[in-house]
């Protein structure tokens, strides 16, 4: 019996053999599996990072857009108080010649903490900058700014209003009377020589 006992262990035991390598291809496709996981989670991990930057960099420039809209109708407002200084300073009322700056120096300095930078055109004319309103002939180079009539603006690198500029042309040419006659002149002279 103990025979048949040991005969029926031996038959019914399981082979360490069999489970050892069932166990390592179990393993060897979990590896497989769990290596191709961690690669798309890292994958998706590093596009939802990209995400989160555009959209902050979107909800940035939305907010900058919004400020630069906010500003193009204060521009008339901001042109208004320059007219004021001027005039004020011209009164006799000293008062009110400080009054009108402080407030304009202050209303400049909280648009400048919200980004406001004012253009400074001078030199060459830019056309991603500069408007030109006339062009006067000089002894200057060409395309040189002479005079800004309307002060131009950005808001945080977005341009709200372009510099109302004057610039420098080139004189024309005026034709030398000695030298460049008319061709009805040419021949008068001719038909006056013939008449002598």
């Known amino acids: 019996m103990t025979d048949e006992k040991n005969g029926k262990e031996n ?6 053999d069999a489970d050892n390598s069932s166990t390592k291809g179990k393993d060897a496709v979990t590896k497989a599996e769990y290596d191709e ?13 990209n995400y989160k930057k555009r959209s902050s960099a979107e909800v940035a420039n939305a907010k900058n857009v919004g400020k630069a809209e906010m500003l193009k109708r204060m521009l008339p407002v901001l042109d208004e108080f ?3 200084m001027i005039s004020s300073a011209k009164s006799q009322d000293e008062n009110l010649s400080k009054g ?6 202050n209303m400049m300095d909280a648009l400048r903490a919200e980004g406001l930078s004012e253009l400074e055109p001078n030199g060459k004319y830019d056309p991603y900058t500069d ?15 002479l005079e800004v009539l309307k002060k131009g603006y950005k808001m945080n690198g977005i341009l709200v209003r372009p ?5 420098s042309k080139e004189p024309e040419a005026k034709p030398n009377g000695a030298h460049v006659e008319s061709h009805e002149a040419q021949k008068n002279k001719e038909n006056d020589k013939e008449g002598k």
């Not at 408007?131 to 040189?144: N, Q, V």
């Not at 510099?163 to 610039?167: F, K, P, R, T």
Request: aromatic share 4%; proline share 4%.
């Open 11 to 16: 038959v019914n035991a399981p082979d360490k």
């Open 163 to 167: 510099a109302s500029v004057i610039i």
């Open 37 to 49: 996981l961690k690669e798309r989670m890292l994958r998706l991990a590093a596009e939802f990072d």
């Open 100 to 105: 009108v700056k402080m407030v304009y120096a």
């Open 82 to 84: 320059e007219l004021a």
């Open 131 to 145: 408007e030109i309103i006339m062009a006067r002939e000089t002894d200057k180079e060409p395309g040189t700014v």
